[in-house]
């Protein structure tokens, strides 16, 4: 039973870590997408201007504009890189829980493994001193000289009948 709800729990987490990671990962093309948009509406409103004054001043204003749409690209780069440093980060955290939950599961199994043989084994030893008893109770189960000697979980017990005979 602790097995399955160990496992229940293991996979609760790791749902939980794919959800939450799965939410990061939008905000983060959300916010990538916003970068760019921005970026883009800002070189088009540059390159907008740029034309405006290429056609009033000339070459000096033409200059001028290539270098902002230069910095306005790259300022987009960055921003494009920085989300795609954000989002790995991301991944190798959700993959590190979901591991980490893994192995948490896979260990609480081993443990409930080991309890269960235990108990198994003390229930069959149960039984078979029921069945001796049992034995012993009808004069089934005895050895000679009376005794009766089992074993019951690593430990030899004997038992001694004593018989009454009336004179």
Known sequence: MASHDQQYRAGEAK?????????????????AQQGKDKTANTAGAAWDRTKESTDNTGSYMSDKAGAARDKASDMGQATKDKASQIGQATKDKASDTAQWTKETAQSGKEKTGG?????????KSMAQGAADAVKHTFGMGENEGGDNTRTTGGVDTTTTTTRRTNY
């Open 115 to 123: 309890v269960m043989q235990r108990t198994g084994e003390q229930v």
């Open 15 to 31: 749902g939980r870590t794919e959800e939450k990671t799965s939410q990061v990962m939008g905000t983060m093309r959300d916010k």
